[in-house]
């Protein structure tokens, strides 16, 4: 049976795993990611982190499959901010370091692929999204069983669809008002504290948790903080699906961890809002792999290159 | 050089060429769409046609594409209410009547094909986003050169993204607030009839066309109108960049004959709202084709079985 390497380099640690083509995940580690000298060590690491795997692996591990923390042009990380990289030809790097074939993807695209693969039924066919609630909110679109890396290495980027609101957010890349402003772990506190702001109340949310706790006892703010979140993500979930018609819509990222809270209401409103002859024919679910998903999508990439 | 069918069945005629693999028409002709009995009678009537020209063609011809106006799902049109038909086993019926191999395509599909094809270089590659401005808003994806049909024939379906306005208008969907009830040729209508009323102004528009004169003498209800068509529009297309990332934005229809009325405050527009990481790397224009476009996206489908 095929084995590959999937990594997932994130500013932190780059996480290795050595993956099978059932997605089992056979062996794991990881490296803090040395950020010195804008990153530029990191690919020598990284090469010397899988040819000693390769040396001592009692079986072949044939290819490799890397998520990178930014857009993804072919064989180049074109920037990834969080690493100090511009454009890195990592694909080329890694291939001539190893000797094994690269496919390089973006990281929440990873996540995508991993989840619809081994947080579903094994396979990944026909259209899914993936959308993930963090600090941000990232994504990945599925469609005929791949990734939608995008022409510029921007594909899946739902976090910065622009909404319409009545305040003006203005977003990390510059744009006012993105969803992310509003559907993210920063942005549902966002929501929460300019509620509370507008009834008068003294106290600010600081933590996604602290909010979903309020809405189990009913808190009025913090209700209609969760349901802002509910009301544009759902929009823009239904847009996506009036775009590309998936049988499966998966949620992940930190604020899908409230579960039912979240869950909930956004199935009543993207039942809602969707294009009525797709009412009832997908799927919502919670992301089931967590930190798992980007390095199994990692892997999944590499398998279809041998 | 292999020569294909290329058909646009459409609620008033079937429209047939005889196209080549270079998008060049050889021949056409067209046959008024026989209604009666539920539509029951259209496929027989295309097979006829098709085989009468099968037989008296100089040069072979190997496969068939339909545009339809509904959802297609494989080989059966789902449900095109224009014509009166429920689930139609289109192409099973006319391979067997035809001895051809057939491929199907809802005719918004067909178009966006067409245009990326032979309104443009002469090659379906990369990511584009067709968005045809008529009676309603249609549409077409086209990933890594394919077009997306979606996993329930309603892919594209970009009229039904749903919008934030302040006006409640339904959809002939029964949606409430989708995209073509703001940037259809309707759509810009009631825009400008809403912002009369709201100015006092006794008049009421009943043709786009009216709108676009009226902007061309710097009237203001009208240029209200139209930027409101314009600002909907350019959030929507922006929304549908950060999911795909394409490399090209074509527009067409009956409300893209306004030529740079439209177009120029559009292009505005969408590079305010696109994610900026893609700014200034994708082409905005109008399509090229008119009602050509459909039969050649079909014929495209067509080449691609052969």
New interface residues.
């Given amino acids: 049976m095929k084995r590959v390497f999937g990594i997932d380099v994130g500013g932190m640690s780059v996480k290795f795993a050595i993956v099978d083509e059932t997605g089992t995940i056979i062996e794991r580690w990881s490296v803090p990611t040395n950020l010195a000298d804008a990153g530029s060590h990191i690919p020598d690491e990284m090469i010397s982190s899988i040819n000693e795997k390769l040396a001592s692996s009692p079986e072949p591990i044939v290819a490799i499959g890397v998520g990178i923390p930014g857009?993804v042009n072919g064989e180049d990380a074109v920037?990834a901010v969080n690493l100090g990289w511009g454009n890195m030809p990592l694909g080329n790097i890694l291939r001539e370091g190893t000797g094994l074939p690269v496919a390089l993807i973006n990281d929440a695209n990873a996540a995508a692929v991993g989840e619809v693969w081994m947080g579903g039924e094994g396979s990944v066919t026909?259209?899914s999204i993936f959308v993930t609630l963090g600090t941000g909110v990232g994504g990945g679109?599925i469609?005929?069983g791949?990734i939608?890396?995008?022409?510029?290495?921007?594909?899946?980027?739902?976090?910065?669809?622009?909404?319409?609101?009545p305040s003006e957010r203005v977003c990390g890349?510059?744009?006012v008002n993105c969803l992310e402003c509003y559907a993210s772990a920063t942005g549902i506190i966002k929501n929460a504290n300019e509620l509370a702001e507008k009834a008068g109340e003294e106290r600010r949310f600081t933590k996604g948790e602290e909010i979903f706790e309020e809405v189990k006892q009913g808190g009025a703010t913090a209700t209609a903080a969760r349901d802002m979140t509910v009301d544009y993500l759902a929009?823009?979930l239904?847009?996506?699906m009036?775009?590309?018609?998936?049988?499966e819509v998966i949620v992940g990222g930190g604020l899908s961890g409230a579960g039912d809270l979240l869950m909930v209401p956004l199935a009543e409103r993207l039942e809602r809002?969707v294009?009525?002859?797709?009412r009832g024919?997908?799927t919502l679910r919670r992301a089931a792999l967590g930190n798992e998903a980007g390095i199994l999508g990692a892997a999944y990439q590499a398998l279809q290159l041998v």
């Fill in positions: 857009p920037r026909g259209n679109i469609i005929d791949k939608v890396g995008g022409d510029h290495g921007c594909g899946g980027e739902i976090g910065h669809i622009p909404v319409v609101a890349c510059g744009n929009r823009a239904a847009g996506i009036a775009t590309v018609d998936p049988s809002y294009f009525p002859p797709m024919c997908y």
